[in-house]
């Protein structure tokens, strides 16, 4: 089930949407990243996961997942991509490889920390 | 949080890093000596400055083959510019040229005003190779185009447009031909009275090796931009008109005097380095660069065979890898750092077929290396070897 919401136009403009996960209403942007950090939760990694036809996050993944998670709530921003590595010992090359749709779609999404949005 | 790690930096096209040594000396210190507002007072030292500001708009001038330097506008950047020179052209019922080539920054301000109804806007496409046709273009211009306005070298694909040939029929039919000059300016020789340009919009902070904060216009005598801000300018302080004398009519309020000392250090570094030699390194090494690429499998280059001139910007993605994955794995895993998406440029990306995700730029600057380029086209055979 989804549904769209009525907050600001900045917000709408991201293409604002509720949908239910593992029974709870999360709220997404436009591009499936979590619009707040804290409705996370490893159950619903695992359902975005295998929504994404990851049936398995291994203990590779929980570890980028982990780390991401923390550094953001230790330092209140994502990690860069340099610390990504050194924290996790696990090159970026690898990370792409370990989640479909890489480390942005991928890895950053499921870790259900805000979009990261570069200007493109 | 400053970083103290080497990396290979390839986002020249954004802005240069780092800037000349010397630039930064003498922008540090002409500005301690000289860093008063010029002209708007009568001591000394306010001539002094606005005397010396008056050099760097001959300088300017000079640099890109204008006229007369006292039409030599000061902006913050090249969008600031380029928003001048549009907003303070643009009447009800105009006709506008322009290219799908171009920066968000002329496309933004002239998609605006179309929308509005205000004025009807052609856009000329480019063909496989990133060049406008100028017999396209010749079509493309009609009877009725009020101004022609144009990027000299896409900042996606580096290709350089050819002006003159447009610039000739610009002014065969008496229309404007408006150049941004972006991506050339510092590498290519820009005459624009002798091309037949009524105007020019560049920045000093890429390749003419100034700080960020500082660009400008140059305009041709025959041009007359109407002033779209207004404030203080230490002329006719009495009337509470604007000014209609150029400089001042299209510089409102202070203008950026440490940025105008840094640019003049740029151009001055540049002259001294020899702007060819500048060029012919970082188009060596480009070359080095999009061949490379061209001969990884799994590297898909745009456009794939080089024209001259050209600036040194390459385009490619990774088959089946989001660009701004590859950026990330790029910086993260090997100290590289180079631009992903779509580079304010939606429309090239649009008919290249590389939209919504764009590509991965590397664009090339004088401190670059050859073993920058080793280290690139390695990384880059490891990264599309592992899909």
Known sequence: MERTTQTSPARQELGERVRQIVGREITFDGEGFFWDPHQWSEEAAKALAEEAGLKDLGEAHWTILRFLREYYFQNGRSPLNRQIKEGTGISLMEMEALFPGGIKYGARRLAGLPNPRNCI | ?387
């Open chain 2, 1 to 387: 949080m400053v970083s103290s790690r080497r990396i290979i930096y390839l986002d020249n096209a954004a802005t240069t890093f780092p800037k000349p040594r010397e630039v930064l000396e003498e922008m540090v210190e002409v500005y301690s000596n000289l860093g008063v507002s010029p002209g708007r007072g009568s001591y000394d030292l306010s001539m002094e400055a606005e005397e010396r500001v008056m050099d760097i708009r001959r300088q300017v001038c000079q640099f890109f083959g204008g006229r007369d330097p006292e039409r030599v506008i000061f902006s913050y950047n090249a969008t600031d510019a380029l928003n001048t020179l549009i907003q303070g052209l643009i009447r009800p019922d105009f006709r506008v040229v322009s290219s799908r080539l171009d920066h968000n920054s002329v496309l933004r301000p002239l998609h605006y005003f179309s929308r509005q109804g205000v004025i009807r806007l052609d856009l000329m496409p480019f063909g496989s190779e990133g060049l406008i046709d100028p017999m396209g273009a010749s079509e493309a211009i009609r009877p009725d185009t009020s101004f022609v306005i144009l990027t000299h070298a896409s900042n996606v694909l580096g290709t350089v447009q050819p002006v003159e040939r447009i610039g000739e029929i610009c002014r065969e039919r008496g229309i404007p031909l408006l150049l941004d000059v972006t991506q050339t300016a510092g590498r290519l020789p820009i005459r624009m009275e002798e091309w037949g340009v009524s105007a020019v919009a560049f920045t000093g902070h890429k390749s003419l090796l100034g700080p960020t904060g500082i660009g400008g216009l140059v305009l041709s005598p025959g041009l007359d931009v109407e002033a779209t801000r207004f404030g203080g300018t230490g002329r006719d302080s009495l009337s509470l008109d604007h000014t209609q004398v150029y400089p001042q009519r299209l510089e409102p309020g202070t203008i950026n005097v440490a940025g105008i000392f840094g640019l003049s250090a740029g151009l001055r570094y540049i002259s001294s380095r020899g702007m060819e030699n500048i060029y012919s390194k970082e188009l060596g090494l480009a070359r080095r660069l999009h061949n490379g690429l061209n001969s990884i499998k799994g590297v898909r280059v745009y456009p794939a065979t080089l024209h001259d001139p050209w600036v040194p910007i390459t385009l490619c993605n990774v088959d089946g890898m989001d660009p701004e994955d590859l950026s990330s794995i790029l910086d993260g895993d090997f100290g590289i750092a180079a631009r992903a998406g779509l580079h304010c440029a939606p429309l090239v990306h649009e008919d290249l077929g590389t939209s919504p995700k764009g590509g991965v730029r590397f664009s090339l600057g004088p401190f670059n290396t050859d073993e920058d380029i080793d280290q690139v086209l390695e990384a880059m055979a490891r990264i599309s070897r592992s899909r």
